[in-house]
């Protein structure tokens, strides 16, 4: 499974959620930067719709929200 996380790090919902990987110790989420890298930004428009962080794509869905994000990362832990 392949999972990318588009954030940035001023933003407190991003904050939330990478406090939960923290916690959790996850390991095999892909953090991408939008602010630090334009394509990383032009990327989630043009795959997910929206300009909007946190967004973890799972297996290329986009997943909005970081407490659906959370959720999803509590469900399924990593192998």
């Not at 390991?27 to 428009?45: I, K, M």
């Not at 300009?51 to 997943?63: A, I, N, S, T």
């Amino acid at each position: 499974m392949k999972l990318e996380l588009f954030k940035f790090d001023s933003c407190p919902y991003c904050q939330r959620v990478l406090r939960e990987l923290e916690r959790s110790g996850r390991t095999d989420v892909e953090l991408l930067d939008t602010l630090e890298n334009p394509e990383n930004q032009a990327r989630l428009v043009r795959e997910g719709g929206l300009d909007q962080v946190p967004c973890l794509f799972v297996d290329g869905k986009p997943l909005y929200e970081s407490l659906d994000i959370i959720d999803w990362l509590k469900r399924h832990p990593q192998l």
